[in-house]
């Protein structure tokens, strides 16, 4: 299994981003998707989750975030707008399980005791002030 995550870049407060995890070797459909991020010297966070018709989103991407799915090209996209400074970070896109409460504990935060099946590498968003 593997899942390459691309589109993170450098944009100025306010700014645009459209990141996107390509995933192989497993059927989407068959799982949950989700975006952890990673700043330094921060913990780890969970950002939103996809699974079935289910999406799940922490408070301060609300309304600024958008996480599709699709289950034919086996890609996950998360839409991101109005960026600020404090979403700096590493993203990265992970495979959770499909049923349970791994996509709603990491999609919106709620704790830290979820399963992740297959990680990929990150992609570096940089918001510049």
């Known amino acids: 299994v593997q899942l390459q995550a691309s589109g993170g870049g450098v944009v100025p407060v306010g700014g645009a981003l459209r990141l996107k995890c390509e995933v192989s070797?497993?059927?989407?459909?068959?799982?949950?998707i989700g975006w952890l991020r990673q700043a330094p010297g921060k913990e780890r966070e969970g950002v939103s989750c996809i699974s079935n018709d289910d999406i799940y989103y922490r408070d301060f991407v609300k309304g600024r975030f958008t996480i599709s799915s699709d289950n034919v090209e086996n890609t996950v996209t998360l839409e991101m707008k109005n960026l600020k400074p404090e979403d700096t970070a590493t993203y990265v896109c992970?495979?959770?399980?499909?049923?349970?409460?791994?996509?709603?504990?990491?999609?919106?935060?709620?704790?830290?005791?979820?399963?992740?099946?297959?990680r990929g590498k990150g992609t570096q968003v940089t918001v510049s002030s």
């Open positions: 070797g497993l059927h989407l459909g068959d799982y949950g």
């Open positions: 992970v495979v959770v399980p499909r049923y349970g409460s791994t996509c709603p504990t990491l999609g919106m935060g709620i704790g830290e005791n979820y399963s992740i099946r297959y």
